[in-house]
Structure formats: structure tokens, C-alpha cells
């Protein structure tokens, strides 16, 4: 199946799934999406950027919020709302368009921390018993398929993810709530600053 690219197409998708009588430009559910996360996707403080995140894990990320798994915080205030009405189809729809939106570096951790977290990401923590994030997010943490791009994300954003499975929030992302209880607060602050920084 020849896979759709242009993002006028996949507009057209979103419409249709949607049945809005809007233009593309006009969409009010992509409107819906960048009130928080950005006009270009880049996020906020308290919302992911989603630019240039992989397709697979933004629709895996919808359909959770609409089934509750992602039971954070901000996903049970923002998302489960959001998401409680969105078939499949169009999850996929969304996915597509902000997958092939260009993605940048949010640049916004601690520098100094900088060194300490790329060594975190490429070698693991061995003593922990905590595998290179190497191993599943890629080299420049770009994420594969329904594993996410860790590259340029929020500081912020990140930090707090993996400090709420530290906490029991989102239980079933496997193996991410073993992984986030062997880091300490510091190598946590340390990881988030390095990927911040990604490209």
C-alpha cells in the first residue's frame, strides 16, 4: 500500500475523518492540538513538542489517553478530554500530519549537566543495572516506530515523565517504570538536559 506523504493529503484525511465543513487551514481539530502544543508543534512547558515525533507512537499516545492508560496528572486534566472521541482512523491522521512536521531542539536543559547525561544516554548505568537508551531510542534518540524521539525534547517534559513512573504513574509503558526507578533525581536532571539539546 503506497503510504501517504503530502501534508495537503494528509489534511484531507483529518477533514474527512472528522466530517468538519472547515478548510484545511481552518481545521479546528489541528487548531484544538496547537492552542497547547504550539502553532508549529514545538511545545510548551507543560506540553510535549510533537513535531517530527514518530507517527507510531503519537497514535499509540492517542489511543491511550482515550483508554486512560497514560493516567498522569496532566493527561487525566488535557488529554483524556481531548482524545475521548477520536476513532482510529483519525488518531492516524494526526499522527501523520505532526510526524512530518520539522522538528528543533527545545535547547533548554542545564549545559553543565550536558556531558553527564549523554553518557547516561550511550552507556547505560551499568552498576544500576540500566541499559543504553541507545538500545531503544537510536543514536540521536530518534525514536523507531512506537518508540518515541527523545531528541529535543523539553527539559521539563522529560524530567517529569520519567520522574511519574518513578512515582507508579503509567505502569504498563514497560520497561520504562523499572528504568526510571534505578535513576537517581540527579542522573533523571542530567538526561533530561543532555536530550534537550539533541538534533
Not at 511545545?43 to 497514535?59: C, F, K, N
Not at 537508551?133 to 521539563?156: K, Q, S, T
Request: net charge positive; proline share 6%; with cysteine.
Amino acid at each position: 500500500m503506497k503510504r501517504i506523504t503530502s501534508k495537503p493529503a494528509v489534511l484531507a484525511i483529518i477533514m474527512a475523518c472528522v466530517a468538519s465543513p472547515l478548510s484545511a487551514q481552518e481545521s479546528l481539530p489541528i487548531r484544538n492540538c496547537t492552542w497547547c502544543h504550539g502553532s508549529s508543534a514545538q511545545g510548551y512547558t507543560s506540553a510535549p513538542r510533537i513535531a517530527g515525533q514518530t507517527h507510531r507512537y503519537i497514535e499509540n499516545s492517542l489511543l491511550s489517553f482515550k483508554s486512560h492508560a497514560r493516567d498522569n496528572p496532566a493527561s487525566k486534566q488535557y488529554m483524556w478530554g481531548a482524545a475521548a472521541n477520536l476513532s482510529g482512523e483519525t488518531a492516524r491522521g494526526f499522527a501523520v500530519y505532526f510526524s512530518e512536521l520539522p522538528a528543533s531542539p527545545a535547547n533548554d536543559g542545564d549545559e553543565a549537566l550536558a556531558s553527564e547525561g549523554k553518557s547516561i544516554y550511550v552507556e547505560g548505568r551499568p552498576a544500576s543495572n540500566v541499559v543504553s537508551c541507545i538500545v531503544c531510542h537510536g543514536p540521536n534518540a530518534e525514536g523507531f516506530e512506537g518508540i518515541p524521539r527523545l531528541g529535543g525534547m523539553g527539559h521539563d517534559y522529560l524530567k517529569r515523565r520519567l520522574e511519574q513512573w518513578n512515582e507508579g504513574y503509567h505502569a504498563a509503558a514497560e520497561p520504562m517504570p523499572r528504568i526510571a526507578k534505578r535513576l537517581s533525581a540527579n542522573e533523571i536532571e542530567a538526561l533530561a538536559s543532555y536530550l534537550s539539546f539533541v538534533r
